[in-house]
C-alpha cells in the first residue's frame, strides 16, 4: 500500500515547506515538492500542515495508584491519543517494593499487549532499588529496549525513593547507557505539610495545592540535578510547573550538564485559581499542583529558551466517583487528570496560534525531542526517508471546542470543560495506515506495536 499526500505544509523541527509526502508500506519513503509518483491513495492537504505524529512520553494507563486504576485503559488511552495527533505514547511500569522489575515489566505488557491501538514503549520506576533489581536493569536496557528508569522523590511510604537509592540507581543507569527520569518534589517536606493541614482540619482540595509549595520542587529538582551531575548520569525531570525549578536547571546546565525538562500541557495552560471552588478543584487534584501566572510565563519562555524541551501530559484519568474517595480528605483525591487526548490541540491553540511559539518549536516539543531524548529518533519524531510514516493531517484554521460529552478519555469530566480551540486534527496516520479520518477511529485494539528503545546519548 502507498499513499501520496499531496501540497501539504510539511513541517518537523527544521523543515517548512509546501509540497508532498509519499508512503510505502509503513515508512515514508520520499518528501519534496511535486514528486512524481504513482500511489495506491492520495490525500489533498492543501490548506493543511502536515507534522510528526505526536509523542506524548508521560502516562499512566490502568495505572495502579492511591487505592485505584487510573481510568483509561491502553485501548481507551492510546485510542482518544490518536484522535488529537498523539501516535506514540510512553507509559510507566511501577515495580511494587519488594518484588522485582521483571515482575512489573510482564504485569504491563500483558495489560497492553493486544490492547493498545496506538504505539507505546515502557519507562521502568523503580521503587525499591537494591543488588537484585540492580541486576535487572542491563537486561531491561539490552534485551527489552527500556533505556528510561523513573524515581520518584515524593510519594512517601508508597513509591518514594532515598538519596541513596537514587544515587544507586543513577550509577547503574549510566553504566548501561540509559536515562534517569525524576518526579522531583521534596517527599518528606509534603509528607510534613499533609500531615499539619490534616491535624489542623484543613482538608479540601486547596490544601493538596498548599502541601506542595514551590520550594518542594525547587530543592528536589536541584538536588535531582545535583546528584546526576555526580554520577555523569543523562537526567530528565518530569512534569515540572515552576519558575523555582527551572531556575535551579537553568544552574546546572551552566556546567553544560546534559538534564532534561519535561513540562505539561495544563502547567502552561491552567493555574492555581482552579483550587478556589471548594470540592470541585479536586479535578485538578494532580502532583505537583497547578500553580501562578508567574510560573507559566517562565514555563512558555523557557520552552523559547531551550530549556525546557517536551511538552507532555501526565495523563492519569480518574472518574468523579474516584476523586469522590478524598471528598473528606484531600490526601486520599487520586493524584492525575486527563490530558491525552488534547495536548497537540491546546499546544497549537495556545502557543503557535497565540504567536507564543514557532511552528518548529511546537513540532520539537510534540515529538521530535521526545524522540532523541528517548532512544527513537529518527524512526519517530521526524519526516524523513526511513522514518515510520506517523503523521498528523491539521487544519490550522478548524475551531472546535472541548467537552467530556465529544472527548474520548474514558473519563466523565474534562479538566478543559468548554474551551475553544483554533486548529483540528483532521487525519492521522500510524506506521503508513490512515487510523483517524475526521472524527472516526478506522483501526481496532491490538493495532499499537511495543517500541523497543535505544540507548541513550544524552545529547539532542
Ligand atoms: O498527579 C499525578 N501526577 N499523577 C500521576 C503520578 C505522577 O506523579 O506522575
Ligand atoms: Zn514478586
Ligand atoms: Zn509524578
Ligand atoms: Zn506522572
Redesign the pocket.
Known amino acids: 500500500m502507498s499513499i501520496l499526500i499531496k501540497n501539504g505544509r510539511i513541517i518537523t523541527s527544521t523543515l517548512d515547506f509546501e509540497g508532498d509526502l509519499f508512503i510505502e508500506g509503513e515508512k515514508i519513503s520520499a518528501l519534496g515538492k511535486n514528486l512524481s509518483v504513482k500511489a495506491d491513495q492520495e490525500i489533498d492537504a492543501s490548506g493543511k500542515l502536515v507534522f510528526p505524529g505526536g509523542i506524548d512520553p508521560?502516562v499512566?494507563l490502568e495505572m495502579p495508584f492511591m487505592g485505584t486504576f487510573s481510568s483509561d485503559t491502553y485501548e481507551t488511552g492510546t485510542r482518544a491519543a490518536l484522535f488529537g495527533g498523539t501516535t506514540s505514547v510512553i507509559d510507566?511500569i511501577l515495580q511494587k517494593q519488594g518484588h522485582s522489575l521483571y515482575e512489573a515489566f510482564n504485569e504491563w505488557s500483558g495489560r497492553a499487549t493486544g490492547n493498545a491501538v496506538g504505539d507505546y514503549s515502557f519507562h521502568m520506576a523503580v521503587t525499591d532499588f537494591n543488588e537484585d533489581t540492580r541486576k535487572e536493569i542491563e537486561a531491561l536496557v539490552n534485551q527489552e529496549g527500556i533505556t528510561s528508569f523513573k524515581m520518584f522523590m515524593a510519594y512517601k511510604g508508597a513509591l518514594m525513593i532515598d538519596d541513596r537509592q537514587l544515587t544507586g540507581l543513577m550509577t547503574e543507569v549510566k553504566k548501561q547507557g540509559g536515562m534517569v527520569t525524576a518526579h522531583a518534589t521534596n517527599g518528606e517536606m509534603i509528607d510534613f505539610l499533609v500531615a499539619k493541614f490534616k491535624e489542623e482540619g484543613k482538608l479540601s482540595p486547596l490544601y493538596h495545592y498548599l502541601s506542595q509549595p514551590e520550594v518542594t520542587e525547587a530543592e528536589a529538582s536541584g538536588r535531582f540535578a545535583d546528584i546526576a551531575n555526580y554520577t555523569g548520569c543523562p537526567a530528565y525531570i518530569?512534569?515540572m510547573t515552576c519558575e523555582g525549578a527551572l531556575n535551579a536547571v537553568r544552574n546546572a546546565t551552566r556546567r553544560n550538564q546534559n538534564v532534561f525538562v519535561e513540562t505539561c500541557i495544563q502547567y502552561l495552560t491552567l493555574d492555581a485559581s482552579l483550587y478556589d471552588k471548594g470540592f470541585e478543584s479536586a479535578k485538578w487534584v494532580m502532583s505537583p499542583p497547578l500553580r501562578e501566572k508567574k510560573d507559566q510565563q517562565t514555563l512558555w519562555a523557557g520552552l523559547n529558551q531551550g530549556l525546557v524541551q517536551v511538552v507532555a501530559t501526565?495523563h492519569?484519568p480518574f472518574f468523579w466517583k474516584q476523586k469522590e474517595m478524598g471528598s473528606e480528605d484531600f490526601s486520599k483525591i487520586p493524584n492525575g487528570h486527563p490530558a491525552i487526548e488534547h495536548r497537540i490541540e491546546l499546544l497549537y491553540s495556545e502557543g503557535v496560534a497565540k504567536g507564543k511559539i514557532s511552528l518548529n518549536k511546537f513540532v520539537e516539543l510534540t515529538s521530535g525531542n521526545a524522540a532523541k531524548i528517548f532512544g527513537m529518533f529518527p524512526q519517530k519524531g521526524t519526516l524523513s526517508p526511513g522514518s515510520d510514516a506517523d503523521i498528523v493531517i491539521f487544519d490550522p484554521l478548524k475551531k472546535h471546542s472541548i467537552s467530556a460529552k465529544t472527548h474520548h478519555m474514558n473519563c466523565d469530566y474534562s479538566a478543559y470543560e468548554g474551551w475553544e480551540l483554533t486548529g483540528k486534527c483532521e487525519k492521522v496516520l500510524l506506521r503508513g495506515k490512515v487510523v483517524i479520518d475526521d472524527n472516526l477511529c478506522l483501526v481496532e485494539k491490538g493495532n499499537g506495536k511495543f517500541i523497543k528503545r535505544n540507548k541513550v546519548s544524552g545529547k539532542i
Open positions: 508521560h499512566h510507566f518530569v512534569h501526565d492519569c
